[in-house]
């Protein structure tokens, strides 16, 4: 299978989960510094503080990238290196990394791929209310413009968010990501702050007009119901809305989705509104939409998630990966084609897709089959949207190294290269050198 001309091959990062340097030149504390120095916050007892030490190691991270022959690399900036408290002076020094990076990418033909926010919100913002006080959408105004201007000439594309779905929910209502809160109608005001900083990023990027495109990136994942019944159609259709619909539809369409209007208002939750003019600012047009796909979601009607009122589902036939997610690579197409018929965006880029499964090392190779199977079902699989017209211009792999996967610390390892967390040596596993082949030849076999 031959992916077409031009055609991203990437792998991809985040600040927190791969820098460590947590307080060098004068970095202020994020809310994942703040989340994950608290006890009990990360399962295996772990914190960012050095993680893959990126910060020092950068060079040879690119050069790793070069070898790989990848022509694209997604990273995250960190926000509290830029502006430690979140927002006032500048931090050169902690800008001046990323301008280093970005020369080194561009010096080995890399195209950049910037994430604006993947999650390190500076906790001095966390302090005054975080995502559910519009002075952070203000701040990160502020943020995101230094950044168009001073970093605008390089980066091929820029993503005003990773995954809203996950800082709003995960962070504000599951209470499983920093900052840690358990309350649903804050999460729901927070993924309202959250749209609005995106639609103005994108007003800001167009008034500025740095080279390069935006948009932003979405986990989405198809929800199938366990049977046909009624009932789990119903549970199957609020969960979509849940996930994949609250965030898309204003997105594309200026509205949250009425059904989930209703079902939160019916639950006695306090739903944002959006005036004509938010609505407006959250649908501008954008480039290009981002998707991280995982996994599929089986859902029935049920209280497991009380607010949903369903029960997840796990097929006991299918093969599952250390995250305990489904391996599903058919999702691939299904959502891809979802999207574009509901939606239609004009681009889009698979900005996350991988797996974390049990490595084996032998010598000075490390052995990972699963992983190669899992990449090369899912890059099949997508081939066919893309043979059948969808407008896919991109793929990242996740990840490029083993990191700090959240709440998880380092218990899972979902990097093409191996990162020994004592020595921090790194060493390219079996799947490198078959992705290699990929990005080299744009072929998949
Ligand atoms: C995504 C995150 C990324 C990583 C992968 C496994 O939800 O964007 O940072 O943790 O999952």
């Not at 609005?196 to 119901?225: M, Y």
Request: hydrophobic share 40%; aromatic share 14%.
């Amino acid at each position: 299978m031959q992916f077409p001309q031009g055609f991203l091959f990437g792998t991809a990062t985040s600040s927190y989960q791969i820098e460590g340097g947590w307080k060098e030149d004068g970095k202020g504390e994020s809310i994942w510094d703040h989340f994950s120095h608290i006890s009990g916050n990360i399962q295996d007892g772990s914190v960012g503080d050095v993680a893959c030490d990126h910060y020092h190691r950068m060079k040879e991270d690119v050069a790793l990238i070069k070898e790989l022959g990848t022509n694209a690399y997604r990273f995250s900036i960190s926000w509290p290196r830029i502006f430690p408290q979140g927002e006032g002076q500048v931090n050169q020094k902690g800008l001046d990394f990323y301008q280093y990076l970005l020369d080194e990418l561009v010096k080995n033909d890399i195209q950049p791929v910037v994430t604006l926010y993947h999650w390190d919100l500076p906790q001095a913002l966390e302090s005054k209310g975080g995502w559910a006080n519009q002075e952070t959408v203000a701040a990160y105004l502020k943020y995101v413009k230094i950044l168009f201007q001073t970093l605008g000439d390089r980066v091929a594309l820029w993503i005003t968010h990773n995954e809203p779905w996950v800082i709003a929910f995960m962070g504000h209502y599951l209470g499983e990501h920093a900052p840690g809160k358990k309350d649903f109608n804050l999460a729901l005001r927070v993924s309202k702050n959250l749209l609005l900083s995106h639609g103005l990023a994108v007003q800001s990027f167009r008034e500025v007009g740095p080279v390069g495109d935006i948009g932003i990136s979405l986990n989405l994942s198809p929800v199938h119901p366990v049977s046909e019944s009624e009932e789990d159609i119903k549970a199957k259709k609020r969960y979509d809305g849940f996930l994949n619909r609250w965030f898309l539809n204003p997105l594309f369409a200026e509205e949250f989705p009425s059904d989930m209007v209703e079902w939160y208002q019916k639950k006695g939750l306090q739903v944002p509104s959006l005036s004509k003019e938010e609505a407006r600012i959250i649908s501008l047009p954008f480039d290009f939409l981002g998707i991280n796909y995982y996994t599929r979601t089986v859902v029935e009607a049920g209280e497991d998630e009380p607010v949903l009122e369903v029960n997840f589902f796990q097929p006991q036939k299918a093969e599952y990966t250390d995250m305990g997610w489904e391996i599903y690579p058919q999702g691939m197409t299904e959502i891809v084609k979802w999207v574009e018929e509901e939606y239609r965006p004009e681009k889009i880029y698979i900005t996350e897709n991988g797996v974390a499964l049990p490595d084996v090392r032998e010598g000075n190779s490390i052995l990972d089959p699963g992983r190669i199977s899992f990449i090369r079902s899912h890059l099949l699989d997508l081939s066919q949207a893309i043979d059948t017209g969808s407008p896919v211009s991109g793929y990242f792999l996740w990840s490029l190294l083993d990191n700090f996967e959240w709440t998880l610390g380092f218990s899972k390892r979902f990097g093409i290269i191996w990162v020994d967390f004592s020595t921090l040596e790194r060493i390219p596993k079996e799947s490198y050198f078959w992705y290699q082949k990929v990005a080299k030849t744009g072929k998949v076999e």
